[in-house]
């Protein structure tokens, strides 16, 4: 069952000052392309999408300071929560420092990449049957559950590209030896935009593309900081972390986007209660389990706990899939290292920025917020929660998951792709099987 939150004024703000945004600077000399760690994708999704494996340059210069990864703790059985919510206090102390002091001496150059799979149509339909322009969505590659049911019931998306961040699943592989010990969900949006605006191809091509993106000319880079994609109608969907990414970048180059799907974007001003919970998340990531003798015994693991039982089954059996590799010991590990996934959820400037900004993005975007009902005890945090969508209450709606808590793309991807497809229909007259885009 879904609702939404009425009209909820927002009253609470934060002490932070949102930051400048810092201009890319393209790498000088020769680029070491370095081996690709994993097997691109050459499969396909449905039998009408071609799926494929990219990778990009991140954004240059780093804002996280390239600083030594801390050594995590080891795992014991004998710590209490106390100690547990210890550990992750001393992370978010540490990276709230670092967070406060800005910009001051950006100089990190070191080389990260993105990875990124494209999920293309085979068969382009023919310009009679188009209305207006193709419609691509990025999305995150654990969605790919979601994707088949979205895909099956709006067959007119040309065309969508799945990110992921610099410390996350093969970009996590491909820049495990120059990671830093910080982080900084602004350069996740920095990245978001980098290819936006730098590497998206002009236009939806159904020959293949090349492992490595080619960057496009300056020019169209320039064109579309200023007026956006001259052949795309660009629908962006980000959860959690990747929502605020996709946010921060919209709120600085607003022309690029047609309109953004926010599924449960941590937002928010980050204080009191929110301090509080994520002390107990950060310290318990810090020192989960990473390693499995086989892919299957990680598989029975992950069904043991509470957390991934709620999982779509077919969300858990890609996130083994794809979310671990085997080491050299022949065991399965993690692509995300603990201690990166840790550092991410202790960051919590960009999130605070993100609502100082909020009210500001342009109302041109479509906001379409969806939202957990479940398992949200703290009235201060479900004060948030409600307050989230009306940030900027212009061309905006929400509507409330009462049977999912936050992980609502893992846990509930076909209600997901229903809600989705409605907003397509709506908005863009596509998924009816007659309108086409």
């Known amino acids: 069952m879904t609702s939404s939150y009425p009209y909820t004024p927002t009253t609470l703000r934060t002490t932070v000052k949102p930051r400048p945004w810092?201009?890319?600077?393209?790498?000088?000399?020769?680029?070491?392309?370095p081996p690709l760690p994993f097997k691109p994708r050459s499969d396909d999704l449905l039998g009408t999408y071609n799926i494929s494996t990219h990778i990009i340059l991140a954004a240059n210069p780093r804002v996280t300071p390239n600083i030594p990864v801390p050594e995590p703790p080891p795992r014991s059985s004998k710590r209490t929560e106390s100690d547990i919510k210890n550990l992750g206090l001393e992370l978010m102390e540490q990276q709230a420092r670092l967070g406060e002091e800005g910009y001051s001496?950006?100089?990190?150059?070191?080389?990260?990449?993105?990875?990124?799979?494209?999920?293309?149509?085979?068969?382009?339909?023919?310009k009679s049957e188009r209305r207006g322009s193709?419609?691509?969505?990025?999305?995150?590659?654990?969605?790919e559950t979601h994707l088949c049911y979205l895909l099956a019931a709006c067959g007119a998306i040309d065309e969508i590209w799945s990110w992921e961040s610099v410390q996350h699943g093969d970009s996590a592989l491909l820049n495990r030896h120059n990671l830093s010990g910080s982080s900084d969900w602004t350069d996740n949006a920095r990245d978001i935009t980098n290819f936006l605006i730098n590497y998206m191809p002009e236009e939806v091509e159904t020959s293949s593309l090349p492992i490595q993106l080619n960057r496009v000319p300056v020019s169209i880079g320039e064109s579309r900081e200023k007026s956006g994609f001259s052949s795309r109608t660009l629908v962006v969907a980000g959860h959690s972390f990747g929502g605020c990414s996709v946010t921060l970048a919209a709120l600085h180059f607003p022309a690029l986007f047609s309109s953004i799907?926010?599924?449960?974007?941590?937002?928010?001003t980050y204080q009191g209660p929110m301090w509080e919970l994520m002390q107990a998340f950060v310290g318990a990531t810090l020192i989960r389990r990473d390693q499995w003798p086989s892919r299957e015994d990680a598989l029975r693991s992950f069904k043991s706990s509470p957390l991934f039982s709620a999982w779509h089954p077919d969300v858990l059996r890609l996130y083994v899939d794809f979310g671990l590799y085997e080491d050299e010991s022949g065991c399965?590990?993690?692509?995300?290292?603990?201690?990166?996934?840790?550092?991410v959820l202790a960051n919590p400037r960009a999130r605070r920025e993100a609502w100082e900004l909020m009210e500001k993005l342009d109302e041109k975007i479509e906001l379409l917020?969806?939202?957990?009902?479940?398992?949200?005890?703290?009235?201060?945090?479900?004060?948030?929660?409600?307050q989230r969508p009306w940030r900027r209450p212009a061309n905006s709606s929400n509507i409330i998951f009462?049977?999912?808590?936050?992980?609502?793309?893992?846990?509930?991807?076909?209600?997901?792709?229903?809600?989705?497809?409605?907003?397509?229909?709506?908005k863009y007259d596509i998924c009816s099987g007659k309108s086409k885009l």
């Open 134 to 143: 193709p419609c691509s969505l990025c999305t995150q590659r654990i969605w």
């Open 369 to 386: 917020w969806i939202l957990p009902g479940k398992d949200i005890l703290d009235m201060s945090i479900s004060e948030v929660i409600k």
């Open 332 to 343: 399965v590990r993690l692509k995300m290292p603990p201690v990166h996934e840790a550092l």
């Open 261 to 268: 799907i926010l599924v449960d974007a941590v937002i928010d």
């Open 22 to 33: 810092v201009p890319f600077k393209p790498h000088e000399g020769h680029v070491e392309v």
């Open 402 to 426: 009462k049977s999912t808590g936050h992980l609502i793309p893992q846990e509930s991807p076909e209600e997901l792709a229903r809600v989705m497809a409605d907003f397509l229909h709506r």
């Open 105 to 126: 001496g950006v100089t990190d150059e070191r080389l990260l990449w993105n990875c990124v799979n494209r999920y293309v149509k085979k068969t382009r339909r023919p």
